[in-house]
Each structure stands twice: as structure tokens, then as C-alpha cells.
């Protein structure tokens, strides 16, 4: 099992960049997909990254996201990234890092419904974005 906990979030302006962590403990020596997902009012929960733990790598974005953001690792501190850039205000939402035992990322997780296959999360951090 691992526990995920989430960080970086905060208010920014329309084209600023944010950098969210998630901090990753416990049984951190298996291989997962990790991933960033988010969740606005009143919408499903939606993928945005994947990308396999422990440097195996195999990044992958949802289409509203490539481009702008970056999923990144640093195995040694076991903490995911997400690196925000040119934010828009259609990317406010609750973000949160996710977890499942695997030896590969699903395109699936990024598609509707792909949070359902997940199986640790953290608590979220909320990014806001304003116009």
C-alpha cells in the first residue's frame, strides 16, 4: 500500500505556472502508474498525467492539457510533479495525485471514467485559476 499527499496549489492569474507535488510513502518499491488527476465543480473527476514510478517513465496527457503541463518523478524523494504552465481558467479544479500497482499506464486513465481505475489517492490540493 502507499499514501499519497498532495502540495503546491494556490491562486494565480491566467497564463502563470504552478508546480504541484505529491509525496509518495510506504510501499514505494513496487511499480505504479502515477498519475495527476482533477476534479471542478459539478464535473467527473478527469485524468491529466500518467507516468510509470520508480524512472520507468512513459509519460502521457490528456489532449486539454499536452503541451502546457509536465508529469515528472524524482525517485529518490519519492514525490511526483506537475509542472503548470500557461494556465487557463478552464484548469481550476481539485487536483489530485493517484496510484495503482501495475507494470504499465492504461491510455484508458485518461479517458472518462479512467479515475475509476486507480486505486490510492491523496487528499487534493485546489488550484484556481482567474481570468
Known amino acids: 500500500q502507499v499514501q499519497l499527499a498532495e502540495s503546491g496549489g494556490g491562486s494565480v492569474q491566467a497564463g502563470e505556472s504552478l508546480r504541484l507535488s505529491c509525496a509518495a510513502s510506504?510501499?514505494?518499491?513496487?511499480?505504479?502508474?502515477m498519475g495527476w488527476f482533477r476534479q471542478a465543480p459539478g464535473k467527473e473527476r478527469e485524468g491529466v498525467a500518467t507516468i510509470m514510478s520508480n524512472d520507468d517513465g512513459f509519460p502521457n496527457y490528456a489532449d486539454s492539457v499536452k503541451g502546457r503541463f509536465t508529469i515528472s518523478q524524482d525517485s529518490a524523494k519519492n514525490t511526483l510533479y506537475l509542472q503548470m504552465n500557461s494556465l487557463k481558467p478552464e484548469d481550476t479544479a481539485m487536483y489530485y495525485c493517484a496510484a495503482v500497482g501495475s507494470t504499465g499506464c492504461r491510455s484508458s486513465y485518461l479517458r472518462v471514467g479512467g479515475a475509476d481505475g486507480m486505486s490510492y489517492w491523496g487528499k487534493g490540493t485546489l488550484v484556481t485559476i482567474s481570468s
Open positions: 510506504g510501499a514505494t518499491y513496487r511499480r505504479y502508474c
